[in-house]
């Protein structure tokens, strides 16, 4: 064995607390790339089986799903580990200073001084690396096997919707490919966040470490901070100076203490959005919906150059109201029908019929005439004839619905779009065709049928009597939900008989029968299955913090025994003593806050304008959380000080000179 590999091992059996905290950060830095590679491969497992090797035809999509959280996640691994290791390699290098100046004296290389601490690294990474990896296995074994009962239940969920057997079974996988690369990645963490430490510890000359000096040749002026002297007194002036003199322990610490407030801000800022999602998604009924759904494709017309979407078998509202008559054959049961067409017309609007307030929604050019997208409505004819008679016009009218919701840049705005005075519109397709219709009166939204009220895109809202149309779907509230869904799939195979084949999509149109709240129920689970996954990584990566914090806080002071004891004989008290040692934790978590806040603020704010662009989601500051990851910082950081303050008093003073 060289003699650089034996004074590592032994320099880790002499430090017992350090080599314990490194080898924890090791532990759970290993653990946590190893259950990430886990998910990995038990998804890349799950998919082959359910799509076939290669992923089918969208595969490349499918790879970058899978792939890019997994390079997202290993990077904030690594990032997070290689700071917080580097930081126990840092403190240990200055902790030996004294050690690597005799062996220079004596004839010891800088070669030799760089490989002491590389070989520490590599004993501590062969006894951490091997349990990082059984933690590792069994955090991927427990969190498969919890995401793969999430799966399951939207398994049932999807088979509701999309009416043919639908498995994906996610079970927990493992290769060596993987454990190999699990151990290659770590290892590589380890080596690279012992390597500038200890190139920093063989370049500093034998006399500034003999004197405990980072370089002799550096003079260091450290101006006194105003408010540090008025808030901590003579006592926070030194605390400040050391923290200068000592930037490069203290600026790790108060690095990964910021990253900690960066990581739980951020993590609860995204929780508070997805729960605004859930809220948004809510139909507010558990109403079971029957729906029809005809194929399109988009193509440009060459006679106009306009895009145009063609429907391969669009329903007309006669055949639907057939349907719906079967429905009710079911017995003591109500059909609502609703069938709409959102890709077929526009309509040229002069301005002069547009509110102010649809003038600053749509913000129109300086033109006399505005282009608008069109939603045909058509209804059963029992709701029909029930709008006909709210609105107070005879049966076969056009009716206007004079409202228009839309997303604002994550404000969901209520406006009216159109003055009365409009009487007809003119109804273009993009192949040229045109279709006078009559306004034959408006219904405000508090007149329109909840059934009617959602987000719409295009705010010409018109129902007519009947119409050929993409979509159209049949709502009920049966008291036995799976016997009447069981006698609508029957209805759906005889007026759509290819309904349960499994290449119905090929006929050209797509039917279900399934809860309206279903899609809502999968996003939910999804949401929640995300929120697990996320609060176990933020939650082991911060554990990795916390070993860090303790371990480099503590040290810290224990090396510091003979300034203590010089400063103390010449008559600083204990009490100013710990006052300092306060100070300097205070004003650590002060900077960490600083820089902590703004970021976890930010980045959550960042990720919400890209949401916000597609849904009604708004930042809000998490308030509550941010007050109490400043409030756990301060106490860890006071706690880990007050502890080594502790041993400090069972230390001689003569001693320690």
């Known amino acids: 064995m060289r003699i650089t590999a034996k004074l590592a ?37 799950m998919l082959v089986s359910f799509l076939g090797a290669g992923y089918g035809e969208y595969g490349g999509a499918y790879q970058s799903l899978l792939l890019i959280p997994a390079v997202f996640f290993a990077g904030l691994i690594f990032i997070m580990s290689v700071t917080v290791i580097s930081n126990i390699f840092q ?32 004993w501590l990474s062969i006894i951490g690396i091997p349990l990082g990896l059984v933690c590792g296995l069994g955090i991927g074994f427990i969190g498969v096997h919890i995401t793969g009962n999430f799966v399951k239940e939207m398994n049932e969920l999807q088979q509701s919707i999309i009416m043919r ?25 380890v080596l690279y966040a012992a390597y500038k430490p200890a190139k920093k510890a063989g370049n500093i000359s034998a006399l500034s470490c003999i004197r405990g000096l980072e370089d002799t040749n550096a003079i260091i002026e450290v ?29 790790s610490t108060t690095r990964i203490l910021a990253l900690g407030i960066v990581l739980l801000l951020g993590t609860g800022s995204l929780v508070l959005q997805a729960g605004q999602l859930k809220a948004y998604m809510n139909p507010g009924t558990d109403d079971v919906m029957m729906s029809y759904s005809s194929n399109r494709k988009k193509q440009v017309n060459e006679m106009t150059g306009r895009t145009e979407e063609i429907y391969a078998k669009p329903i007309h509202s006669q055949d ?4 719906r008559q079967r429905l009710l054959e079911y017995g003591n049961i109500e059909i609502i029908g609703i069938g709409y067409d959102n890709g077929t017309y526009h309509v040229d609007v002069d301005a002069e019929y547009l509110t102010e307030e649809m003038r600053q929604a749509k913000e129109p050019s300086e033109e006399a005439v505005i282009e608008l997208s069109v939603d045909l409505i058509v209804l059963d004819q029992t709701s029909y004839e029930q709008l006909c008679d709210v609105a107070k016009v005879p049966i076969g009218s056009n009716i206007l619905l004079n409202y228009y919701r839309y997303n604002d840049n994550g404000r969901l705005q209520h406006i009216v779009p159109f ?15 045109i279709l006078p219709v009559s306004v034959d009166t408006f219904l405000s939204e508090s007149q329109v049928p909840t059934h009617l009220l959602f987000l719409n895109e295009n705010p010409i809202r018109l129902v007519v009597p009947e119409a050929e149309l993409r979509f159209y779907e049949w709502y009920c509230n049966p008291e036995d939900e799976l016997a009447y869904m069981q006698y609508a799939k029957s209805v759906g195979e005889e007026f759509f008989p290819t309904v349960t084949d499994d290449s119905y999509a090929k006929e050209g149109f797509t039917v279900r029968v399934s809860r309206v709240d279903t899609m809502v129920r999968v996003l939910n689970i999804a949401i929640v299955m995300a929120e697990i996954i996320i609060y176990g990584f933020v939650g ?33 008290t204990t009490e100013g003593l710990q006052k300092m040692l306060l100070s300097e934790s205070v004003i650590c978590t002060l900077k960490a806050i600083v820089w902590g806040v703004p970021l976890g603020i930010l980045i959550p704010y960042m990720i919400n304008v890209v949401i916000r662009q597609a849904v009604p989601v708004l930042y809000h500051i998490p308030w509550g959380l941010l007050l109490s990851s400043i409030g756990g910082v301060f106490l860890l950081t006071l706690a880990v000080t007050f502890g080594a303050i502790n041993k400090l008093k069972e230390q001689n003073l003569i001693e320690c000179i």
Request: aromatic fraction near 10%.
């Open 540 to 572: 082991v990566l911060l554990l990795i913090g916390l070993v860090s914090v303790v371990s480099t806080l503590s040290t810290n002071v224990m090396m510091r025994t003979r300034e203590f004891a010089v400063l103390k004989s010449v008559g600083m």
């Open 165 to 189: 057997p639908f498995t994906m079974e996610l079970s927990f996988s493992i290769t060596p490919w993987a454990l190999f690369f699990s151990v290659l990645l770590s290892f590589f963490t």
């Open 9 to 45: 091992w032994n320099q880790i059996k002499r430090n017992r607390y350090r080599t314990i905290g490194a080898i924890l950060a090791i532990i759970l830095s290993t653990a946590l790339t190893t259950a990430v590679f886990c998910f990995v491969t038990s998804a890349n497992r």
């Open 91 to 122: 403190v240990s290098a200055n902790q030996r200073m004294n050690e690597f100046g005799i062996l220079k004296c004596v004839g010891g290389t800088t070669k030799q001084i760089k490989e002491t601490v590389i070989y520490e690294s590599i």
């Open 419 to 433: 003055s009365e005075n409009m009487t007809e519109i003119v109804l273009k397709r993009a192949n040229g065709d």
């Open 223 to 251: 101006q006194t901070k105003k408010w540090v002297k008025g808030c901590f007194g003579f006592e926070g002036i030194l605390a400040d100076r050391n923290m200068s003199r000592n930037k490069t322990n203290f600026k």
């Open 320 to 323: 639907a109201e057939l349907v």
